[in-house]
């Protein structure tokens, strides 16, 4: 019985024990953590640390070397990403270990009401640290003139060559006669659909054309924007329309052809294939693709080896305006048709037996139930779909970057923001555009979001 007691509160002497170190080392990891950001914000943190480890072992010329750069940075890239995974990792866990220790030494009510915050609040802080605080920064910087600092509206109207109020005007009678246009093409688009379907299409929907022409009239007249700004908002509204229609209906048709044919996952992954390449290794795959070389030499570019073959004239595709900005979309298309046909025909394969049983009891026949029973059910999963792969053609930049660099009107938001920045050092100009970009985001976020609601997520 002695023995007993002695296992009983040596164990027990253990536990107190490490209840006690718990919270010491959440302590610890809050440090490690503090440590590492501060580590990691600093530009020159690795190579002044790997200096001080050299200098320590008694290698002064070479920390020398790695302090001014003059030495192989190698070594100072892995202790970048060793403190990385220390603060990032160990750090982390350390820190939520000791916290949930800590409260455990509180009553069972007081570590209801506090646990969740104990979770949440770290959360929270990264958010706020890496998320809200560098859009608020670049926000301002948008309204700061880069050498004064002095807080002014001179950016934002130097993307504009003359009052927009101005250019609507002197056009009209232009404007006019396209927007009555996009009304009659919402008006035609409402009575078809109700003519297919005997419902009556919802007001925003009929609105859509309208807003689409009032975009392009906006970007597309050379009055509104300085320099090439217009041209670079266009390609913009061209890759969310082109790119985000053409990955989702792709998807979506292969995700119901796929569904009925045999070795449906080898099927599948071959369309899925292009997803797990990175945007840039597509892009120089799809170099090769659209290579060109004068008539006089053997065309390795697959697309002008068909076009030769069928015998017209070697193109210089990437250079070729207007048609450049849609090739380097069929890229995109490429990459995002595997991602829309796994989350549709999840869908699909989603819809209940008994429903199509008995739609085709009542006479439907495959079309009219794919496109309206299957369809409509799988609603929510198409619009996240379009929502998340809008958000990705808003955020564009790798596929232009490799392909053209932003040249012969091809350049998007994201790369003439990049230019901007680390180019020409416009941090105004940049801030702007990036405030242009995060403003286009947020319409789409709201739907995405609101979609989310209407299924039930989060309500």
Same mark, same amino acid.
């Given at each position: ?7 009983d509160s040596s164990g ?162 232009? =404007? %006019?006669?396209?927007?009555? !246009?996009?009304? /009659?093409?919402? #008006?035609?688009? @409402?009575?078809?659909? &109700?003519? $297919? ?23 597309q007249d050379p009055g ?16 969310? =329309? %082109?790119?985000?229609?053409? !990955?989702?209906? /792709?998807?979506? #048709?292969?995700? @119901?052809?796929?569904? &009925?044919? $045999? ?52 193109v210089d595709w990437i ?141």
């Open positions: 019985m002695a023995v007993a007691t002695g296992a027990a002497g253990r536990g107190s024990i490490g209840r006690l170190l718990l919270p010491v080392g959440g302590i610890i990891g809050l440090v490690i953590v503090a440590i590492g950001l501060v580590f990691l914000a600093d530009q020159h943190g690795a190579q002044n640390l790997l200096g001080s480890i050299f200098d320590l072992i008694g290698n002064p010329e070479a920390a020398a070397g790695v302090r001014n750069g003059t030495s192989d940075q190698l070594l100072a890239k892995i202790l970048l990403a060793i403190v990385a995974l220390l603060a990032g990792v160990g750090g982390i866990w350390l820190l939520y270990a000791g916290l949930s220790a800590l409260v455990g030494l509180f009553g069972p009510k007081t570590q209801e009401r506090i646990i969740p915050w104990v979770f949440v609040v770290p959360a929270l802080l990264l958010l706020i640290g890496f998320l809200v605080y560098p859009s608020a920064v670049t926000v301002l910087t948008s309204f700061q003139n880069d050498k004064t600092g002095a807080f002014t509206l001179d950016i934002w109207t130097s993307l504009f060559k003359q009052p927009i109020a101005d250019v609507f005007v002197n056009n009209l009678v232009k =404007i %006019v006669a396209v927007d009555v !246009a996009a009304i /009659l093409v919402g #008006l035609a688009i @409402a009575w078809i659909y &109700r003519r $297919r379907t005997g419902e009556a299409l919802r007001r925003r929907w009929i609105l859509v054309p309208l807003g689409i022409a009032l975009a392009y009239q906006a970007l509104v924007f300085s320099g090439d700004i217009g041209i670079t908002l266009t390609n913009n509204v061209i890759w969310l =329309i %082109v790119g985000t229609g053409g !990955a989702v209906t /792709l998807g979506l #048709l292969v995700a @119901a052809m796929f569904d &009925r044919v $045999r070795r449906e996952a080898l099927a599948k992954t071959f369309v899925f294939l292009p997803l797990a390449i990175s945007l840039i290794g597509a892009s120089v795959i799809w170099r090769f693709v659209y290579a060109w070389r004068p008539a006089s030499q053997p065309q390795y570019g697959l697309l002008n080896a068909v076009w030769t073959g069928l015998g017209g004239q070697p250079h070729q305006i207007p048609i450049n900005t849609y090739l380097l979309i069929v890229i995109f298309i490429w990459l995002q048709t595997g991602f829309a046909m796994v989350v549709l025909s999840a869908a699909i394969k989603g819809v209940s037996t008994e429903v199509l049983e008995a739609a085709r009891l009542d006479g439907a026949n495959e079309r009219q139930i794919f496109f309206r029973v299957i369809v409509p059910i799988i609603k929510g999963s198409i619009l996240a779909v379009i929502t998340t792969i809008a958000i990705a053609d808003l955020k564009i930049f790798d596929i232009v970057f490799v392909m053209t660099g932003g040249g012969f009107n091809t350049d998007v938001v994201a790369n003439r923001m990049f230019k901007e920045a680390f180019q020409f050092f416009n941090d105004g100009r940049a801030a702007a555009l990036a405030t242009i970009l995060f403003l286009g985001v947020l319409p789409v976020m709201y739907i995405n979001l609101r979609n989310l609601r209407e299924q039930g997520v989060g309500s």
